[in-house]
């Protein structure tokens, strides 16, 4: 029998109060709100920010468009790996602010320099500028970190949560055949990895627990605006060859992207990737932006990222 963790259903029957209200008086989804409601939920149950010897803002060069990024270095005087974090928000929300306290802690949970992108959002810039900023990335940031004089070891692996996970995958793929890009490893925690939402978890989990059915569809028609082809452009159905790289998948039960996972680790395992599955079967979406409310959950998820990540 499936049982949520009694904090988070506890958490949900009352913003499931409040969304129910809120729509009685004829609320209406913006992309202000949507903005505002991560940095809120965010700010709200990740209040420990841990300090870090060295952070910077800098900008990574791109033929189209000039990338902000935040730097985090636990150890500067150390030489470290490079791992670049796409934050999620459904391509429409989120930013290297809201995900700050995030990042912090995975740069010291991984002993990894993290990288944190700020891609373009929509609706302002639709697919596929997210995309393209987060190839400039990959392609440019060793440039941004010799001109900053960092420590670093020219080893790259990336990182994202929810669109920040579809992101990644996306990158992922566009790159394994790339010499001028070396992704090491991946991390996707409960990503979006298929824009057609065939899923039957969509139906189950679409519904009261936190990420709703209507919201992903609001959030996919702003992503995507110029009739493209949302299966060819999803993850799931991309090429998989030896040349993508090792991966952490994570997934919650109660997650209506929770099906899209399973089905991404069983074509990673069909073309030989070395690949792990954490699966939290008491979690609902987007609970790494709940800490406060799921200690020993998100303790456990960055725990199992950094022995992936540091692993062999």
């Excluded at 499936?2 to 809120?22: I, P, T, V």
């Excluded at 670049?84 to 949970?109: E, N, P, T, V, W």
């Excluded at 996919?220 to 040349?243: A, C, I």
Aim: charged fraction near 25%; aromatic fraction near 10%.
């Amino acid at each position: 029998m499936r049982q949520l963790a009694s904090e988070l259903e506890n958490w949900l029957k009352g913003y499931n109060k409040l969304l129910k209200d809120l729509k009685a008086n004829g609320f209406k989804q913006t992309p202000t709100n949507a903005r505002e409601g991560l940095v809120n939920l965010t700010s709200t149950f990740v209040t420990e920010k841990p300090v870090i010897k060295w952070v910077q803002d800098d900008l990574v060069e791109g033929e189209e468009f000039n990338v902000s990024v935040r730097i985090y270095h636990p150890e500067p005087e150390s030489r470290l790996p490079v791992l670049l974090y796409f934050h999620g928000g459904g391509h429409m929300a989120g930013s290297i602010i809201a995900y700050d306290s995030i990042c912090r802690k995975m740069a010291l949970a991984t002993n990894h320099i993290v990288v944190s992108v700020d891609y373009r959002l929509a609706p302002e810039c639709p697919y596929p500028a997210g995309i393209v900023d987060a190839v400039t990335v990959a392609k440019n940031i060793w440039a941004t970190l010799g001109q900053r004089k960092v420590n670093y070891i020219r080893q790259l692996s990336i990182a994202g949560d929810s669109a920040g996970g579809a992101i990644s995958a996306t990158l992922s793929h566009y790159t394994q055949h790339d010499i001028d890009v070396d992704i090491r490893v991946q991390i996707l925690i409960y990503p979006s990895l298929d824009y057609t939402m065939q899923s039957e978890s969509i139906e189950l989990n679409g519904d009261g627990y936190l990420l709703q059915k209507e919201k992903i569809e609001w959030f996919f028609d702003n992503y995507f605006q110029h009739d493209e082809n949302r299966r060819k452009v999803s993850p799931l159905y991309m090429e998989f060859t030896g040349n993508l790289p090792e991966s952490l998948v994570i997934s919650a039960e109660f997650c209506p992207l929770r099906d899209e996972a399973f089905a991404y680790i069983q074509k990673l395992n069909d073309a030989g990737i070395r690949n792990q599955h954490l699966h939290f079967d008491d979690m609902a979406h987007a609970f790494i932006n709940m800490e406060n409310l799921l200690k020993d959950q998100c303790d456990r998820l960055y725990r199992n990222i950094a022995r992936f990540l540091n692993s062999g």
